[in-house]
């Protein structure tokens, strides 16, 4: 390969090579030790376990039809289904995924007649490990091969978009796993992430950190946000635990985290990261939004850049959906003393634009279905959901709501 100097870049041509080929990148590191890497920017990979880049072209720019540009405002009724696609149906004869084209021709009728305006699918950028759903990602340029082609999600989209649903991707950039095929360690040295572990390792996921300082860790993550609303017409982008990226002190104790050149516990790189990459969406025209799952109080995070704010378009409104979920999961006769739990949102509730969620966050790890948390009998389980759908309905901000709920 050859080196560009002037811009750190190395490159290599190597014609007549099919459409379909696989490749990895074999490189020497400064230890003399060898390395087989999969393409960071690769536009499709091979399955798992196999672990190689496809050659593949890079999609055409997909143009944002008037009604879908109107379709995220915030004056207009947003109630977003979240899928994993990997579950919501299978295959009745091998228990197998579904396909794309097979996900279209259910999927999309049954959130269209279910009175639903978009579609938010789990992380479908590559991955190793089922068992992530896709949030330890490996390849965020190449969509799973798990359900088709890139090509077939492409279809996926436009089918949405034909029937009025828009299309939300979970967009994981607070981490990456430690799969020596991937990221970490990329030439020996750590190129992506932080090198000091208190800066660059998650204790909670065993994964590690992106160092958003360096220019090329910030180009390859907000080119890839332009990458899929460009490239595939995603219509928003709900980034993933959007509080590990901006705190240094998350989930960390006294001692296992360095502050920023302030002596603060705020992450400075990972906050100008946000706000750029958000005003970079913006004025590129694609009318596609930003949504923060952020569970703390970090003021202006859908305030705009040029207040001061972090440039977000909506936030999942997390305090709402603790106490909401756990009055409802009460006896009524004990709820008369916690009747704060259902009104104490309204007194926050006009400081951010907020999406109301309940999310697979609230149905996983053992957490039961939400007609499991009710109180009572099975009939009043059943009232008793229907009266806090109601209550989710009518009360200011946007929705969502996961699948199997």
């Not at 087989?36 to 997909?62: H, M, N």
């Not at 009604?67 to 405002?73: G, M």
């Not at 004869?93 to 639903?116: C, R, S």
């Amino acid at each position: 390969m050859r080196f560009h100097a002037e811009s750190g870049i190395w490159d290599i041509f190597i014609p007549n090579i099919d459409a379909g080929s696989l490749y990895k990148f074999e490189l020497l590191d400064s230890h003399g030790q060898q390395r087989l890497k999969s393409d960071p920017y690769a536009f499709a990979s091979q399955l798992r376990p196999e672990t190689a880049s496809i050659v593949t072209g890079l999609p055409e720019i997909v143009e944002v039809e008037e009604k879908l540009r109107r379709a995220n405002n915030i004056e207009q009724p947003i109630s977003i289904y979240e899928v994993h696609l990997g579950s919501w149906r299978r295959n009745l004869e091998n228990n197998y995924w579904l396909n794309y084209d097979e996900i279209a021709n259910e999927l999309i009728p049954y959130v269209k007649d279910m009175g639903f305006t978009h579609i938010e699918l789990l992380p479908i950028t590559e991955y190793p490990f089922d068992g992530s759903w896709g949030y330890q990602p490996t390849g965020l340029y190449a969509p799973t091969s798990r359900f088709g082609s890139p090509n077939d999600l492409h279809t996926f989209i436009r089918k949405a978009h034909a029937a009025g649903i828009a299309v939300i991707l979970d967009w994981v950039v607070g981490h990456f796993p430690t799969d020596s095929h991937g990221l970490a360690q990329f030439d020996g040295s750590h190129l992506y992430e932080h090198e000091d572990p208190r800066e660059g390792y998650h204790q909670d996921w065993n994964t590690l950190i992106f160092n958003y300082g360096r220019n090329e860790v910030f180009n390859y993550l907000s080119g890839n946000a332009l990458y899929w609303t460009e490239r595939f017409g995603i219509d928003g982008l709900r980034v993933d635990a959007v509080s590990s990226m901006i705190y240094r002190d998350y989930s960390r104790k006294d001692g296992e985290w360095i502050p920023n050149q302030y002596g603060g516990r705020e992450n400075l790189e990972a906050l100008d990261f946000l706000r750029r990459t958000n005003q970079m969406l913006e004025q590129e025209g694609h009318a596609a939004v930003t949504i923060a799952e952020e569970s703390t109080s970090f003021s202006g995070i859908t305030h705009a850049v040029s207040q001061q704010g972090i440039g977000f378009d909506y936030k999942w409104n997390m305090g709402w959906m603790n106490d909401t979920l756990r009055y409802m999961a009460l006896d009524p006769i004990h709820r008369k003393y916690h009747h704060d739990w259902m009104t104490f949102g309204m007194i926050y509730q006009y400081s951010e634009k907020f999406i109301l969620p309940l999310s697979h966050d609230e149905v996983v790890h053992g957490k039961g279905s939400l007609i499991g948390k009710m109180p009572g009998d099975c009939w009043q389980k059943f009232a008793n959901l229907r009266a806090y759908y109601g209550y989710m309905w009518g009360y200011p901000g946007k929705k969502i709501t996961v699948y199997g709920q």
